[in-house]
């Protein structure tokens, strides 16, 4: 099979299994290219940190490892991220551990900070991981010239409900809404309508 | 009597008699602050011109006038203008004439440009004069901790819905609908949102 996999949908659950889980599934899958936002990554001690320093990594699949090998394979991969715990911000370690909190060596439990190891061939920081991925598909519309490849902000509105009734929660106030990093609904479907407005001005 | 004269309110309509009720309106109203958001300013040659260069005072209320009187008696003064042709502009001129379409010498039928003559107080220039004018809400906002003084989204779409209802024309396109220097009225409520969320955070 070739396609995109998206990192999201893997179930690998655990260390032990996870890299030889991640050569199977990329044997299998072969994918032209894989595509990471705002997916967590171990720190140099193999830990996964959340952006406070609390280490969240039980019951998660490793993704990064995934990754990893992908990119020993030579497949193609971009990383989204915008707090320095996320696949790819290995790529700017030195600048993560002197300008986030909790990232300095000695800020968490292993002695170590939460920035992640693993790197991609392209990274891409955004303030909200969510908009650079809007910023992406703006991007890749006026590549193409295909209006159709617009983030609208009916799309990000409608991903929004389905995220909040399939229970996904807003880590920040740590209950279930629409809100992402702190921030509300609406602003999301805001930042969605000025990509959209200037991506389709542009195109005409 | 003393408060803020909007600008938009007077109904000076010839430039015989303008210089006089400026005198007479400053007179009777004493003004605290006076506050000119994109209102159209003579040129150096006393000529009202919009941005494509073409002679619009006709029937037009000289408001310039009135702000230039009010910089003589010392009334504090604040302009927006998003295309050099807007009360304020004379502060930059020489910016304007050489990166403004129809500003340079020569450019208009009269054999000046559209550049404005009138200054102000403050001058502040916006790629939109109202998201300015949103701005300065956002600055007064934070300046006195009060966030009912934040123009709100809500407050954006009302705007547009009753501007549109009392028939004013979105003048790139020469039709009646909420639309505001050729950006669609979705934009600006967007533009509403983000000033609204990043400043009411701020206040928190």
Known sequence: ????????DCGVNSS????????????????DVMVSTERVGRNENGIYYNMRGRDYGMGRARIDLLFDEAMVRGIPTLAVGDGGNEIGMGLVSDVVKISVPFAA????PCGGGIGATSGADILMTAAVSNWGCTAICAAMAMRTGD???????????????VMTANGLINSADGIIDGHVDGIRDTTHIALAELADAITRKALL
């Open 1 to 8: 099979m070739s396609g995109v996999l998206y990192a999201e």
């Open 16 to 31: 032990a299994l996870s890299q030889a889980a991640a050569t199977e599934m990329l044997d299998h899958l072969n994918p």
């Open 105 to 108: 060596p000695g800020d968490c």
């Open 147 to 161: 209006a159709r490849l617009i983030h609208t902000p009916k799309m990000e509105a409608r991903m929004l409900e």
